[in-house]
Structures are given as structure tokens and as C-alpha cells.
């Protein structure tokens, strides 16, 4: 496995001007051969990713000689707003932004089957998944896909981003429901902040037998606070494999897990309006405390965006 570049640790701060030249170095690694790329940044949900100044940079240093899409990792989620978008995306006409929608702009590109399943959960679920995609990836004739976002830990895959904001982000119900409810069945507790899990490998595989056609790089960062309650680029990382997510999860461990030494006996939450706008989202108070909350503790969320 192989890096396009990558710096990181728990002190680093990779400030707007290194970012810079880190995407200099990416894109020349690519020469003349880029005539149309696809940007899949995260949407607002993932507005600290750092993914909105990583877009806007690209973009500037793309635009004069790349025809450029850029198709936010929706999900399940509704489309950004147009104020959304002018804060995580500033500068960026409005028309280059693709609208995913899960239900219906998908196309399968595969199946990943019941015997396989049934493998990775230890015979507790036997289903096969429909691998589905977007209908802008499969038939953009994109030379390249640059998919961009945070690693850190999550409650459903055990490190967010890579190739789950492929086919989470942009990909199709079936796969989104069913890969979900691995990680149900598995336990959070044993996939939070790892980055192999039974969820991953659903990903892997589709990712392995179904979309090596389609030239996919990603570019993942490791973010977290510094003392002065800002936040900080602790590390970035860029690959066409699997590279750049196992180096960014690695850090994100040391950067973004806070082991407790009690568990909590009561807690409140507070849910960013801007960002925590659906009972779907909402959870993620509850997912992001149950390994430290007590038996029978309390649990308070605040949440005035439902």
C-alpha cells in the first residue's frame, strides 16, 4: 500500500498553507491525464472534517483546466441548503454541486452474497446486499473520484470515512439498511473507534469486486481540539488504497477517544442545531456516550434542531 503523501501526530497542526502544498502534490502525482474529476466531500453533518477548506482548495487549483463535479455524501440525509453550502464550500458556484438521492438515483453494481455475511457475523445474519452505487459515479466517465473526509470513531463501522463514504454516502438502501444492522447485531462495543469490523468489510468487498473500474483516491484527515478549544488538522493523508484511512485511524485512536475512568452516572448532551436536524442524526448523542454511561445512568439530550 502506497501514500500520495501523509503527515501526522498528536501535536501536528497542518495549517491552510501546508494543506496547500500537500494538494500541490496530489495533483501533480496525477500529471496531465485529469479532465473531469468528482469531489465527494461529506455533507454539513461533517462540517469540522475539515473537508469543506480541502473541496474549495481543489477546486481553485482544479477549475481552469478540469471540468469539475462535486456530489456531496448525502446519505440518507436531505440536500444542503444553499446557506449550507456557501459556509462549508465558500466561493464555489452553486451549479457544480450533483444531488445524491439514495432511493432512487442508484444503480446496483453487484451483490455481496448471503455466504459472505454470514461469515464476517459469525453466522448470526445470512443475507446477501445489493452493492449499489450512484448513477452520477457509475455513468460520469469521471478520470478520477476524489473522495474526502474525516476518520474517526463511529458507532456503526468502528472508524468513519474511506470507502463507507462510497457506499454509504453515495450509494443505495439496501446497503445502507442492511450494513447498518451489522453493526447492530455485532455490538457497538465491539466496533467503536477500531478500524476492521465486519461493517468495513462489507465495504472492502464491494469496493474489491465491484468498483475497480471507477479511479477513486481519498483524501482523510484526523482532527481534534486543541488547548485553546480550537479545532486542529492533526493529520492528512492521501491514497487509491486503504492506506491513507488505516494511517488517519490510527490516529484518530490517540487523537479522538477519551477513555474515561468511571463510567458516567448522568450526562447532558447538546446536538448542534445547524448540524443535528433529524431524529436520525439525533442518536448519535446516545451512540457517542453508551460505552461511558453507568448502568441504569441518566442520559439528558438538548437538541432545539429536532
Known sequence: MTLIFGEG??????ESKQLSAYLDTFIH???NTLKKVLLVPPDFTRFHSGAGEITVLLYHKLKDKVKIEILPALGTHVKMSDGELDKMFPGIPHDLFLEHNWRTGIVK???IPGEFISKITKGNLKYSIQAELSK???YGKHDLIISIGQVVPH???GMANH???IFVGVGGKDIINKSHFIGAVFGMENIMGRASSPVRDVFDYAEKNFATQYKIAYIQTAINKGPDGKLKMRGIYASEDKESFLKAAELAVKTNLDLMEKPF????VYLDPSEFKSTWLGNKAIYRTRMAMADKGELIILAPGL
Open 136 to 138: 452520477i459515479i457509475v
Open 155 to 157: 458507532e456503526v463501522v
Open 109 to 111: 453494481i453487484g451483490e
Open 163 to 165: 470507502n463507507k463514504n
Open 29 to 31: 502525482h496525477y500529471g
Open 265 to 268: 452516572k448522568k450526562a447532558v
Open 9 to 14: 501526530s498528536q501535536q501536528s497542526e497542518i
